[in-house]
């Protein structure tokens, strides 16, 4: 039986139901891992490692993912962490884009633990074009309101997963930790960046106590991309207050008003339908509870659902985090396709971003992401010691003790803007960095918060990186 529970949320999970474009049709073939038919190829390669040994959790899940990206004999390796509910496929098609222009260079994106809890069954079906649209719409949603539909994803209750409600930064960092010197080993430099809470991270390891050595000792860079440490820190009793209600709530964070595992489900699923059925009428904009807001004027295509409800012209203001420079929809038309013209991202690589294309059980989207993450993010304050660090288990104390040759490579975009670069320039001045060693880009004007890592074939985030990443190699 479906729950009074799932028939409740699903005029809240249509929200974000424009990232799902489905629409029934057959599947067609597409480029491994979203690489255009004339990119060379680039060699992609996926493992877990070890992790840190969470009290509580189940050793299964103490394991930290690694896609990397590149030659693997290249010395050079900048790691890239991903931001809120959002995994490391995240960054493929800009890892590949990174290691074609550096020579030298991997890049290694994070899978955080988390999203070893995601059911990737049928979407894997679909990558290797033994499942529709349709069939991966009724396994991950169909099913909430469709009581016929017998086999589906399978919730998994708060109550077995108790022990997520410790996965909070120093999980991550330990996690990270491991990468760091695995990385390490390939002998050459190692950076380390994130893009929005992937930023608050990136300080938190950089800053982070190990053995009395802050965690920038093995690194030669740091990437902050929209995104970075609040200096200011939670107050003891707010970090109190949030840590004690975590005790009797989920430990997933709710995405936008969307609770876990729903908007991970609609992204996932509905990237892929992009990727395989993109001319297709969206089966998302017949939905009757599909809010105004994000229904386009005329029926649309699978790309023209997406892109309308994601494009910084016509989302609406709530998916501000999810929106890009996508392009708009056609002129003409039925079903009304998606235009290209004009944009920054375009909309197949932005769905290869989020569906993981070409890559079995792995998407861009974090299912499952867990609260005392966020939380602890607002105890990092630049690497500062301060009392809601002593609540929430968080020892990134070393912000005035970073190498001053470390170089620091800031892009703000929409969300961030030039927080981002004064969140660099702080963290730098705390340790005598010279300016001379930071590259500050404000892109807020022109960059939606996911335009750094979508844009192509011009991308000033990227134009920015490859001589920061020469100064660094030398």
Do not use: C
Not at 82 to 108: M, N
Not at 162 to 184: I, L, N, P, Q, T
Request: charged residues 20%; glycine residues 12%; without cysteine.
């Amino acid at each position: 039986m479906r729950t009074s529970l799932h028939r409740a949320l699903l005029r809240a999970l249509l929200l974000v139901s424009v990232a799902i474009g489905l629409a029934v049709a057959p599947v067609s073939a597409t480029s491994a891992a979203g690489d255009a038919p004339s990119a060379p190829k680039v060699d992609v390669r996926f493992h877990r490692l070890a992790g840190f040994s969470s009290p509580g959790t189940p050793a299964k899940y103490n394991k930290v993912g690694v896609i990397e990206t590149g030659p693997s004999d290249a010395e050079n390796v900048l790691i890239l962490v991903p931001g809120t509910s959002a995994s490391a496929a995240y960054f493929e098609p800009l890892a590949k884009d990174i290691v074609r222009k550096a020579k030298g260079w991997q890049v290694w994106a994070i899978e955080r633990r988390e999203n070893l809890l995601e059911d990737h069954s049928v979407l894997n079906e679909a990558k290797k074009g033994k499942a529709t649209p349709k069939q991966i719409f009724d396994y991950y949603l169909g099913f909430v309101t469709d009581q016929s539909i017998t086999k589906h994803f399978q919730f998994i209750p708060d109550g077995d997963v108790a022990f997520a409600r410790e996965w909070g930064m120093r999980v991550a960092v330990e996690d990270m930790r491991r990468v760091v010197k695995a990385a390490k080993e390939k002998g050459g430099k190692v950076v380390l960046g994130g893009h929005s809470l992937g930023g608050t991270i990136t300080t938190a390891y950089a800053t982070w106590d190990f053995g009395g050595q802050p965690g920038a000792k093995d690194l030669s860079g740091l990437v902050y991309i929209d995104g970075g440490s609040n200096p200011m820190p939670a107050s003891p009793d707010e970090a109190s207050m949030r840590l004690q209600a975590l005790q009797g709530a989920t430990p997933w964070l709710t995405f936008g008003g969307i609770p876990a595992p729903y908007a991970g489900l609609f992204n996932a699923a509905g990237s892929t339908g992009v990727k395989i059925a993109p001319n297709e009428p969206s089966l998302g904009y017949s939905w009757p509870a599909l809010p105004a807001n994000l229904k386009p004027p005329v029926l649309p295509t699978n790309e023209g659902q997406y892109g309308y409800a994601l494009d910084v012209k016509t989302s609406p203001m709530g998916l501000r985090a999810a929106q890009a420079h996508l392009g708009q929809l056609a002129a003409s038309g039925d079903p009304r396709a998606w235009d290209g013209t004009g944009a920054l991202t375009p909309i197949q690589r932005y769905a290869d971003m989020f569906s993981g294309t070409g890559l079995q059980g792995l998407d861009g989207t974090a299912w499952y992401h867990p609260q005392r993450l966020t939380i602890d993010g607002s105890a990092v304050a630049a690497g500062n010691a301060n009392d809601a660090q002593g609540v929430l288990d968080v020892r990134a104390t070393h912000g005035h003790d970073l190498s001053k040759r470390l170089r620091i490579y800031a892009f703000g975009a929409a969300l961030g803007g030039q927080r981002v670069l004064d969140g660099a320039t702080v963290l730098a001045d705390q340790s005598g960095i010279p300016h001379d060693q930071l590259t500050l880009v404000n892109g807020e004007a022109n960059y939606a918060h996911n335009d750094p890592a979508g844009a192509s074939p011009t991308n000033e985030f990227l134009d920015n990186l490859m001589p920061y990443l020469k100064k660094v190699a030398r």
